[in-house]
């Protein structure tokens, strides 16, 4: 079964970085696109970003480009999400999620209902 396991969350000040990592176990990356979701306070999940390790496609919610990057370290079996200049608004619970690898899945984002196993939440705080 695969499992999924996002830590590196944490209280930054604006403008600051972190780098959250999702560890995947019981399948590999070329099989999986992985997208990271976050939901804060009162508001509904939301999909950041996604990466296809296989095609080497990345995709960017408009509100994160050029702030957030994906990478992955198939070696690894793990997915990183770096997070620079940080806005208060990036406050929530970030989760991972891995989707059966279709072509072109992320090419417009992952889709919630794509996802077949999440990890756990890890909470970013962001303070103005």
């Known amino acids: 079964e695969v499992q999924l396991q996002a830590f590196g969350g944490g209280l930054v000040q604006a403008g600051g970085s972190l780098r959250l990592s999702c560890a995947v176990s019981?399948?590999?990356?070329?099989?999986?696109?992985i997208g990271w979701f976050r939901q804060a306070p009162g508001k509904e999940r939301e999909g950041v970003s996604c990466?296809?390790?296989?095609?080497?496609?990345?995709y960017y919610e408009d509100s994160v480009k050029g702030r957030f990057a994906m990478s992955s370290d198939n070696a690894k079996n793990t997915v990183y999400l770096q997070m620079n200049s940080l806005k208060p608004e990036d406050t929530a619970v970030y989760y991972c999620?891995?989707?059966?690898?279709?072509?072109?899945?992320?090419?417009?984002?992952?889709?919630?209902?794509?996802?077949?196993?999440w990890g756990q939440g890890t909470g970013v705080t962001v303070s103005s």
């Open positions: 999620v891995a989707a059966t690898f279709r072509p072109f899945i992320c090419l417009y984002g992952l889709e919630e209902r794509y996802g077949d196993y």
């Open positions: 019981g399948g590999t990356l070329d099989d999986y696109a």
């Open positions: 990466i296809t390790s296989s095609e080497g496609l990345t």
